[in-house]
């Protein structure tokens, strides 16, 4: 058990030292959703709090991608 135990400490500290070889990208991915067009027309209803009340019935066209849409992953 020591012996495996040590094994698999040597084998961590050598994939930190070559992940540390890697050039580094950060971005916002939790945004990225929010910024892609869309390739399809999608229409949503009015959500609770943004009803118009001289118009109840009407829809909203999306211009960008929504989060949570089925779409926003291909956007």
């Not at 012996?3 to 994939?15: S, V, Y």
């Not at 009015?46 to 989060?67: I, T």
Request: aromatic letters at 10%.
């Amino acid at each position: 058990m020591y012996k495996e135990a040590l094994t698999q400490a040597c084998w961590i500290e050598a994939m930190q030292e070559e992940l540390n070889e890697f050039e580094r990208l950060e971005m916002d991915v939790k945004t990225a959703f929010l910024n892609g067009n869309l390739r399809e027309e999608v229409y949503v209803s009015q959500p609770d709090g943004f009803m118009d009340p001289v118009n109840p019935n009407h829809v909203y066209k999306l211009k960008k991608a929504l989060y949570g849409l089925k779409q926003a992953s291909r956007a």
